[in-house]
């Protein structure tokens, strides 16, 4: 009796090491399969880490990049506006010079001939004396007059715009003043070639009779003049 009842405990018991054994072993291979995963996720998000990493240093280039082009569109963009602003001041001043550019044509009239001269071409500003361009552009009233009207009388009137004299006061008195000493200069020029002195006449004209508004730079420089008239009667 006691040995059958050993034998039916022995059975019992190795039952139960078997469950447990069988047990232990699935839960091995459940650890191993979650192991596996997250190794494999561990590996995955490296990866992708990784990726992460490249595709920051990329942008990052890709911002120095777009950075360092916004500086040169800056820079182009302000040499373009140079360019078009110097283009502006030089068609200007070329607009300036062509008003005031002698044409060499006499204005023709029934009792007298005049040809004018822009006072800029003739003389520096607020100056009264002959520029090296002016003395050239009277050389060819002097030819003129010498070929056609070499035996009429001459008066040289000067003109000024309205501006009152500010930065060479103390040069000039005002602008009758000035427009007398530029009429002067260019009859002293046209006798130094050869024109009889008796024979010129010089009229100091200041700030009248306009031949142009007195509101912009170009209207005032038209205003700004040495006339060279010859009476024919």
Known sequence: MKRSGFITLG?????????????????????????????????????????????????????????????????????DREIARLKSELQ???????????????????????????????????????????RGAIDKVVADIKSRYASLPVRVYGYTDSDPIKRTKKLWT?????????????????????????KVETVAMGSTRFVAKNDTRTSKAKNRRVEIVVIKD
């Open 174 to 198: 005002d602008n009758l003043d000035l427009s007398a000493n530029r009429a002067m200069a260019v009859t002293r020029y046209l006798t130094s070639k050869g024109i009889s002195a008796e």
């Open 92 to 134: 200007k001043q070329s607009a300036l010079a062509a008003q005031q550019k002698p044409t060499g044509q006499w204005d023709v009239g029934r009792h007298a001939d005049r040809i004018s001269v822009g006072s800029d071409i003739l003389f520096d500003s607020g100056r009264a004396k002959l520029t090296a361009k002016g």
């Open 11 to 79: 059975a019992a018991l190795v039952a139960v090491s078997m469950m447990s054994a069988g047990c232990c072993k699935k839960e091995k291979e459940t650890i191993a399969a979650l192991q596996g995963q997250y190794n494999e996720l561990s590996a995955r998000n490296k990866d992708i880490q990784s990726k992460l990493a490249q595709a920051k240093a990329k942008q990052m280039d890709l911002e120095s990049q777009a950075a360092q082009l916004g500086v040169k569109n800056t820079a182009i963009l302000n040499k």
